[in-house]
């Protein structure tokens, strides 16, 4: 296996995996071995035994346990003898790229190709699901909203046929906790600051505050579980930039704590979807979301209100969807093994 991208999510997937070895050897039948290991920094490194926690490439530092670094993404696919590649590298809301090239290339490979980055998945879902189809591979994207909690696999997996009419939600994680923590005293800059220390902060923190992360799980969220294809400049989206500590406050007091929160319909054959701070009253189970956690209003045909929530995600969260993922594209003995 393959992780490019070897930030916080990255990390954490590899420290899951080695935690859950033996479970996925007892109920799966099968052994997780880690061969390459890649980003803009540290190059593209290859372990063909498997880097081990001892072995952990580091930032500037030749790793011993490296073959000779291949020079590109497919050389080190290659070496590396991927059957499944983890992306999580940076967002690029704008085109999705280079995220939906190191994707494409796995899947032309033959590997599986999982990934935590919404990118690809707003500016490549059909080219990239089509692709993985022709190759007997999965493209799977769990981790990309709501950090690991099964949306897509819930609507693929147990609500075949079922039309989304629209949704409504909290899907910023790291807006969220500001804004809970602006309620409890902090400023922008230290509630923002908060964010970054506890890892959920996108890399480039306007991605965040000026409302792109959630705009883009808007895209993402109508694109796969609407079938409705959508441009960024479409969603009517307003960050959280202009708020105040003050304000935040003062509205919580008043009985409408600010939220941003993220909407989508079904308008005909077009999608109206928005992303603003709203002040929601307290009747709206929206304005008791706290800190990270996230939740989801689907209006389906057959559900008139389906709500997923989840309360204080952590990495381990967003780990753990692409770990699950994982189980998903190689377990297809996994009934033979989980019940053996
Ligand atoms: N953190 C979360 O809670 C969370 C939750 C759900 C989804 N996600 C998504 O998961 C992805 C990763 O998040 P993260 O928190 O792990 O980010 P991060 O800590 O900033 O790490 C990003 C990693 O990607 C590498 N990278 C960036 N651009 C690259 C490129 N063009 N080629 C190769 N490597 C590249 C970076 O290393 P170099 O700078 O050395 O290239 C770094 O190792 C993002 O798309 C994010 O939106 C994150």
Not at 119 to 147: N, W
Not at 208 to 231: G, N, P, Q, S
Request: charge should be neutral.
């Amino acid at each position: 296996m393959c992780l490019l991208g070897w930030g916080n999510v990255n990390r954490r997937l590899f420290e899951l995996l080695e935690a859950r070895r033996d479970q996925l050897q007892d109920q799966y039948g099968f052994s997780p071995r880690i061969t390459g290991i890649a980003t803009r920094r540290l190059g593209w490194r290859v372990a063909p035994e498997g880097f081990h926690s001892h072995s952990l490439p580091r930032i500037g530092v030749r790793s011993a346990a490296a073959a000779p670094s291949p020079g590109n993404l497919r050389e080190w696919l290659k070496a590396a003898q991927a059957d499944v590649l983890f992306e999580a590298t940076s967002l690029n809301a704008q085109t999705g790229q280079p995220a939906i090239d190191h994707i494409r290339a796995a899947l032309e490979l033959g590997a599986h190709a999982i990934t935590a980055n919404k990118g690809p998945i707003v500016h490549g879902y059909e080219e990239l699901s089509r692709l993985a189809a022709k190759q007997g591979c999965r493209f799977l994207f769990e981790s990309t909203v709501m950090d690991g909690v099964p949306i897509f696999s819930t609507f693929r997996e147990s609500l075949p046929l079922v039309r989304v009419e629209g949704f409504r939600g909290i899907l910023n994680s790291t807006t969220n906790l500001m804004l809970t923590q602006m309620e409890r005293g902090l400023s922008f800059k230290e509630a923002l600051g908060k964010a970054r220390d506890i890892g959920v902060a996108e890399s480039d923190p306007a991605d965040d505050i000026e409302a792109w992360d959630a705009a883009v799980k808007v895209a993402v969220l109508a694109r796969v579980v609407m079938r409705m294809a959508v441009d960024l400049k479409q969603i009517d989206r307003h960050g959280i930039g202009h708020l105040t500590g003050e304000m935040v406050r003062e509205a919580r007091a008043a009985g409408h704590p600010y939220k941003l929160v993220c909407r989508a319909s079904r308008k005909g054959h077009s999608l109206a979807a928005s992303v603003r701070p709203e002040m929601v009253p307290l009747a709206d189970p929206l304005a008791h979301v706290p800190g990270t956690s996230s939740i989801v209003y689907f209006e389906t045909d057959i559900f008139p209100g389906l709500a997923i929530s989840e309360i204080d995600p952590t990495l381990d969260t967003t780990a753990y969807g692409m770990l699950a993922d994982f189980v998903k594209a190689v377990g297809s003995n996994w009934q033979k093994f989980a019940f053996a």
